[in-house]
């Protein structure tokens, strides 16, 4: 069961909508052309507004359809309706483009069409790190619950398996192998034998993918316990046991203020060959300004005074179309001191739908 939304605009002479007759006009020329594939449309409401005119018309009460006329010419139609059977949809896309080819001709005008925007208690869209929306092939939510720090969902996609979803962002699901190997740049480092911190990573993928490379001792910190449970139980395929044993020979999970051991570490004087930041991703915002920019920084700095000096620090950017959020992480690394470099790799993460940046950043005298 879902309600469907069919989204058509058109692009028209500003001046045909600007002058009350050529408005009036258009009105009812674009009525006529509906009444070709709604025969029982009937106009309910119209006004004037800021921008232009708004026509409501409906259907039998269950097709309710919005036009807006806005005064720089555009035309933006919102069919709205709901449908039990998803399958057999009252508008399909296909009857949506005769419904835009028809009115091109006698609106005499250029439009698009769009597939249908599904929308239930199922959430099926999510956005791009460029803020488009993409719609995902999601039958069923299996759980849904808020932890003190965030909301957490697991949704299931039939192509993509269990999808762990962080404040409505997706964050990793059974399919992205391709993002934890690329984060730790399996073949290219050597783990063997090392000592290794993760700041965060609560979805246990990196210390599973991790603890299959020998290392000496991995420590974890994780301050959400919720998201660990929760992980453990649905996404098994991705995290093994590590969530559940929290604690063997070679690793233990912390669940605290990765800040709060990360000063501790410093006091101690403890050093480790690789530090994982798989914390929240690179900011998008018009500057580098703001609580969490802080905290990046404050992650940042905390984390080079607890590598050895051959160490490493790995993390994950945001997406390759955000060159701009992108380049205000690089500058932060600029400033840093002593100063690092650093390189990138890029992988096409299933789940995201798009090409991820991560980060390898080094001292600049290794």
């Given at each position: 069961m879902?309600?469907q939304?069919?989204?058509?605009?058109?692009?028209?002479?500003?001046?045909?909508?600007?002058?009350?007759?050529?408005?009036k006009?258009?009105?009812?020329l674009?009525?006529?052309?509906l009444?070709?594939?709604f025969?029982?449309?009937?106009?309910?409401?119209?006004t004037?507004t800021?921008?232009?005119?708004?026509?409501?018309?409906?259907?039998?009460?269950?097709?309710?359809?919005?036009?807006?006329?806005?005064?720089?010419?555009?035309?933006?139609?919102?069919?709205?309706?709901?449908?039990?059977?998803?399958?057999q949809?009252?508008?399909?896309?296909?009857?949506?483009?005769?419904?835009?080819?028809?009115?091109?001709?006698?609106?005499?005008?250029?439009?698009?069409?769009?597939?249908?925007?599904?929308?239930?208690?199922?959430?099926?869209?999510?956005?791009s790190?460029?803020?488009?929306?993409?719609?995902?092939?999601?039958?069923?939510?299996?759980?849904?619950?808020?932890?003190p720090f965030?909301?957490?969902q697991?949704?299931?996609?039939?192509?993509?398996?269990?999808?762990?979803?962080?404040?409505?962002?997706q964050?990793?699901?059974e399919?992205?192998?391709?993002?934890?190997e690329?984060?730790?740049?399996?073949?290219i480092?050597?783990?063997?034998g090392?000592?290794?911190?993760?700041?965060?990573?609560?979805?246990?993928?990196?210390?599973?993918e991790?603890?299959?490379?020998?290392p000496?001792?991995?420590?974890?910190?994780?301050?959400?316990?919720?998201?660990?449970q929760?992980?453990?139980?649905?996404?098994?395929?991705?995290?093994?046991?590590?969530?559940?044993?929290?604690k063997?020979?070679?690793?233990?999970?912390?669940?605290?203020?990765?800040?709060?051991?990360?000063?501790?570490?410093?006091?101690e004087?403890k050093?480790?060959?690789?530090?994982?930041?798989?914390?929240?991703?690179?900011?998008?915002?018009?500057t580098?300004?703001?609580?969490?920019?802080?905290?990046?920084?404050?992650?940042?700095?905390?984390?080079?005074?607890?590598?050895k000096?051959?160490?490493?620090?790995?993390t994950?950017?945001?997406?390759?179309?955000?060159p701009?959020?992108?380049s205000?992480?690089?500058?932060?690394?600029e400033?840093?001191?002593?100063k690092?470099?650093?390189?990138?790799?890029?992988?096409?993460?299933?789940?995201?739908?798009e090409?991820?940046?991560?980060?390898?950043?080094t001292?600049?005298?290794?």
């Open positions: 879902t309600a939304t069919v989204l058509l605009d058109f692009s028209i002479d500003p001046s045909r909508i600007g002058d009350k007759v050529g408005l006009d258009t009105v009812k674009l009525e006529k052309g009444l070709e594939f025969p029982q449309l009937k106009l309910i409401f119209e004037s800021s921008d232009g005119h708004l026509c409501v018309f409906s259907q039998n009460d269950a097709i309710f359809l919005n036009a807006r006329f806005f005064n720089h010419g555009i035309i933006a139609i919102n069919i709205e309706y709901f449908k039990d059977n998803v399958e949809p009252f508008v399909t896309f296909d009857l949506t483009r005769q419904m835009r080819n028809h009115l091109e001709k006698v609106l005499n005008v250029i439009g698009h069409a769009y597939p249908a925007i599904h929308r239930s208690q199922i959430r099926k869209y999510f956005p790190s460029d803020e488009r929306i993409l719609e995902y092939d999601i039958d069923k939510v299996i759980y849904e619950g808020t932890s965030q909301k957490i697991i949704v299931h996609s039939k192509s993509l398996g269990n999808m762990l979803v962080l404040d409505e962002l964050n990793i699901a399919s992205d192998l391709i993002y934890t690329t984060l730790m740049q399996r073949g480092e050597n783990y063997e090392k000592e290794i911190c993760i700041l965060g990573g609560g979805d246990g993928a990196l210390l599973y991790l603890l299959k490379e020998k000496k001792f991995v420590t974890m910190l994780e301050i959400d316990e919720m998201v660990m929760v992980c453990n139980k649905y996404l098994k395929s991705i995290c093994g046991d590590v969530l559940e044993l929290r063997s020979d070679n690793f233990e999970i912390i669940v605290d203020d990765c800040m709060i051991y990360l000063d501790k570490f410093i006091k004087g050093k480790f060959d690789y530090v994982f930041g798989d914390l929240t991703d690179i900011p998008i915002s018009d580098p300004t703001g609580e969490v920019w802080n905290f990046f920084r404050s992650i940042l700095e905390h984390s080079f005074k607890i590598l000096p051959t160490g490493k620090y790995l994950h950017g945001n997406g390759a179309n955000r701009d959020s992108l205000m992480f690089e500058e932060q690394l400033k840093l001191e002593p690092v470099k650093f390189t990138r790799a890029n992988a096409f993460v299933p789940s995201f739908m090409d991820w940046v991560f980060y390898q950043i001292f600049d005298d290794v």
